[in-house]
């Protein structure tokens, strides 16, 4: 494939290699040495400011993680731990220069295996940058900060303004570079520049590759056939994944707001996922990131303060109630996907990575809203129902009680009939299913027997 596309000539700023976290086998950089491996990108260059740039944040970085390590190693928490197993191993100590030695030689063994063409900046006029200075031409300007570039703009500007000019030579001299960057200033300098198409990250610069690419349109199609089989498969790695659910909060005063959990219980998740980039189509896998977010039902406890009694003698509360609410979160988060290729079609899906945290933490900035329950009587009987695409569906049946009326006096009080009606979705396939019949409630605030069906209703879509 890769003899059908005009090899590009490219070229990256620093914010790409400080956003990749300079992860070189991760997903981003990988991507761009696989495309310069195929021959799509047939020249990588990097300005020699840039490859200074770079070193100097992984120094910074380093020195900022030592301390942070050796802070946490003096700690009188560490110190009271320190000697238990095989805790007592774990050095004490660590080497800043040889770390930053260390990432800078993997930084330069990447340039290597790109075949990266480190360009100097010696031949740049100063004099037309010096005018570009005194006219406000990007990247200078007088106004608004960038966030990147927050003490001392100009010292910023003038590494930028020289590697602009460089980037321009070069582009006149091949007639098209690709120029991949983040800096509003650079777009600026570079807009409408004859002979630079500018990407704002390496993902717009790959969909641009791939987007008129066969496999490409092949790969699209064939997650979208599959895509309630993705959504299940995303949801039951939620379901196995730790999780906290914090119903506090603190001010910037660190006051406490909001109520502490005891307890939780998950109940229903729901995903909706998109197509956000395809990211490589080659001879032998294609990759794409898809753009997914979660609907996550929780149900929490938590002891009622209001509803019990302060017990003066011992200091603490009498719980006589514990509280519960129902909270919907929501979450968004991008997926790797990799399908292997043979001979031109996708044969098969595999790997599936989420860029997911190792714990997941659902609290007000992700709530959605939170309300309530009334946990007089007999207020909660919930039935699941098993959709046909996968899909568990958790529904509690008495938030749908059309009627109640009582129909019998026994020795333990009265039975209640509970009459249901309630429908609802699957949020990954679209399927509609409906609940009708009555719950009996004997003794009081206790569920006796159910006499409910499930049957799924006749939409446009199933039909």
């Given amino acids: 494939m890769a003899d059908k596309i005009k ?9 790409v290699f400080d956003g990749a976290n300079y992860s070189y086998d991760d997903q981003d950089l990988s991507i761009l040495k696989q495309y310069i491996e195929d021959g799509v990108i047939g020249r990588l260059i990097i300005s020699d400011i840039v490859v200074r740039e770079c070193k100097r944040h992984l120094s910074e970085g380093t020195e900022t993680l030592v301390e942070e390590f050796h802070d946490k190693f003096d700690s009188l928490s560490w110190k009271r731990v320190s000697s238990i197993g095989k805790l007592s191993a774990v050095p004490s100590y660590i080497d800043k220069e040889k770390i930053t030695k260390g990432l800078h030689k993997l930084y330069d063994d990447y340039l290597k295996s790109t075949h990266a063409q480190i360009v100097n900046s010696d031949g740049v006029n100063l004099e037309s940058v010096i005018s570009d200075y005194f006219n406000y031409v990007p990247p200078f300007k007088g106004g608004k900060i960038g966030k990147d570039k927050k003490r001392d703009h100009k010292k910023y500007e003038f590494p930028d303004a020289i590697i602009i000019a460089r980037l321009k030579q070069i582009a006149n001299e091949c007639g098209e570079l690709c120029v991949v960057s983040s800096d509003p200033d650079w777009q600026a300098a570079f807009w409408n520049y004859s002979g630079v198409k500018f990407y704002k990250d390496l993902k717009e610069l790959f969909s641009s590759i791939t987007v008129e690419q066969k496999v490409s349109a092949k790969a699209i199609k064939y997650f979208n056939s599959d895509v309630v089989k993705f959504n299940n498969r995303i949801e039951n790695m939620l379901m ?12 910037r005063d660190g ?8 307890d939780f219980d998950i109940l229903n998740i729901g995903i909706s996922s998109k197509i956000h980039n395809v990211d490589y189509a080659g001879e032998t896998e294609a990759i794409m990131t898809i753009a ?3 609907n996550i039902e929780v149900e929490c406890s938590f002891f009622d303060e209001d509803n019990s009694t302060w017990d003066y003698e011992e200091r603490e509360y009498f719980y006589r109630a514990v509280g519960l609410a129902r909270e919907m979160h929501e979450i968004k988060f991008p ?7 043979k001979d031109g079609q996708i044969s098969e899906w595999i790997k599936t990575d989420a860029k997911l945290p190792r714990k997941l933490v659902l609290d007000e ?4 809203n939170r309300r309530f329950i009334d946990t007089d009587g007999f207020y909660s009987y919930k039935k699941t129902i098993k959709c046909e695409c996968g899909h568990k569906i958790i529904v509690d049946v008495m938030e749908f009680v059309e009627t109640s009326m009582p129909i019998d006096e026994r020795d333990m009080g009265v039975e209640t009939q509970h009459d249901i009606l309630c429908e609802t979705e699957c949020p990954n396939c679209g399927r509609v299913y409906q609940i009708t019949g009555s719950i009996y409630e004997y003794p009081e605030g206790a569920f006796n027997y159910d006499q409910t069906e499930i049957k799924q209703l006749d939409t446009e879509e199933n039909k």
Wanted: net charge negative; proline share 5%.
């Fill in 292 to 294: 997914v977010r979660a």
């Fill in 365 to 368: 900035e992700t709530l959605l």
């Fill in 7 to 15: 090899p590009l000539i490219v070229t990256l700023d620093t914010n």
């Fill in 335 to 341: 997926v790797t996907v990799t399908f292997k290729v």
């Fill in 240 to 251: 196995v994944k730790p999780v906290n659910v914090r119903g506090n909060s603190y001010d």
């Fill in 255 to 262: 006051i406490e707001t909001g109520i502490e959990y005891d």
